[in-house]
């Protein structure tokens, strides 16, 4: 692909990545809570894929010196820390795996559909492996062995013999990431393609500068105790399913309570103990940083509200879509009208 820089001002293309900076923060702080009120679909694999996307296009655009990869990475990190305090240690590692890894692969392979594809297949396949990882730790091999017998026990109704169900279950959920893998990997380097040519369509609508401001994320309190209260949910009925499938009583039994006592260890160890501290020690990294990066990230922060706005408009207006056209329509406003938003106060204005 051809680099950015002959196209644009060294000004103009350190502004668009500031923006698209501000955009990944954004995606990772706060379109979360934007996309659950607007009732959006697949909201983790739209979050993951937005982060490789903003990359692509970091890249892109500060090509040779991919090193700004890094430092996007760690404004947006101090971001996430400063405005989701709750955040847990998974999301930082996800963040900077993405980071890294988009750094690594662009430094020895340069932008390309190749780098590309590599960049967003194992970006969501990590994402989907820690959250495998994350589910084995709090539930054990109970989790995985109660999986097997209550499939078994439904294939059983069909005629169906089967062994080994969960490793199915497990396979078809990382199709699903390598799949959406390949999507993601296909709709970047087409919205790198058309990302320079001038589209009347993606002038900013009005609706972004007339309408008040939108209160539409979610307080991060609020997702850290539900995020608690499914874990308690899945554990009960986890516990139900190995009592009502084991092959008797006192094995049911045995089995529920191994996994009550060994859920409840790994939740008092992980969210007393490891977590807190593995993210205590990240945000002392992050705050030693923040002195060096202070005024990118407080352009950062005061584009955040802004974010929010772009990001609900850019749902309504997609409306006329379907599928994964209203997707691209989606993220290529949000990044258009990301990169073209200007502080104006009257049509005059609009179309000067």
């Known amino acids: 692909m051809q680099t950015a820089n002959s196209n644009l001002t060294s000004a103009a293309r350190n502004m668009a990545i500031q923006r698209l900076t501000a955009l990944w923060a954004f995606c990772e702080s706060g379109l979360g809570g934007v996309m659950h009120a607007l009732q959006i679909p697949f909201t983790g694999l739209v979050i993951g894929g937005m982060a490789v996307i903003l ?3 970091i890249a892109q655009l500060a090509a040779p010196n991919y090193k700004q990869i890094l430092q996007s990475m760690l404004i947006v990190l101090i971001v996430k820390a400063m405005v989701s305090p709750h955040t847990p240690f998974p999301a930082y590692v996800a963040v900077s795996f993405q980071g890294l890894l988009g750094w690594l692969l662009f430094t020895l392979l340069r932008v390309n559909l190749f780098s590309i594809f590599l960049l967003s297949i194992l970006a969501m396949l990590e994402s989907a492996l820690q959250q495998l990882l994350i ?5 054990g091999q109970s989790f995985w062995k109660a999986a097997d017998r209550m499939l078994q026990f439904i294939a059983a109704q069909f005629g169906v013999a089967t062994s080994h169900a969960s490793q199915w279950l497990v396979g078809t959920y990382l199709l699903i990431y390598l799949l959406g893998g390949i999507a993601l990997a296909w709709m970047a380097g087409s919205l790198i393609r058309g990302f320079f040519k001038a589209d009347p369509s993606y002038a900013i609508p009005e609706e972004l500068i007339y309408s008040g401001e939108y209160s539409l994320a979610a307080k991060n309190s609020s997702r850290h105790k539900n995020r608690i209260w499914v874990i308690v949910i899945v554990m009960f009925l986890l516990s139900a399913l190995l009592f009502i499938f084991a092959p008797n009583r006192q094995e049911g039994w045995m ?6 006592s060994w859920t409840l260890s790994a939740i008092l160890l992980w969210y007393l103990i490891l977590g807190p501290l593995f993210t ?5 990294f992050l705050q030693k940083k923040e002195s060096r990066f202070s005024e990118q990230v407080s352009q950062t922060l005061a584009f955040l509200p802004v974010m929010r706005r772009i990001a609900a408009v850019a749902w309504q ?7 994964w056209k209203r997707w691209h329509r989606f993220l290529s406003s949000l990044l258009h009208w990301t990169l073209t938003y200007t502080e104006m106060s009257s049509p005059e204005k609009i179309q000067a």
């Open 280 to 284: 205590r020690l990240i945000i002392q």
């Open 255 to 260: 089995a529920v309570v191994k996994t009550i």
């Open 317 to 323: 207006k997609s409306k006329p879509f379907s599928g």
């Open 135 to 139: 589910l084995t730790l709090f539930f």
């Open 55 to 57: 990359i692509c296009l």
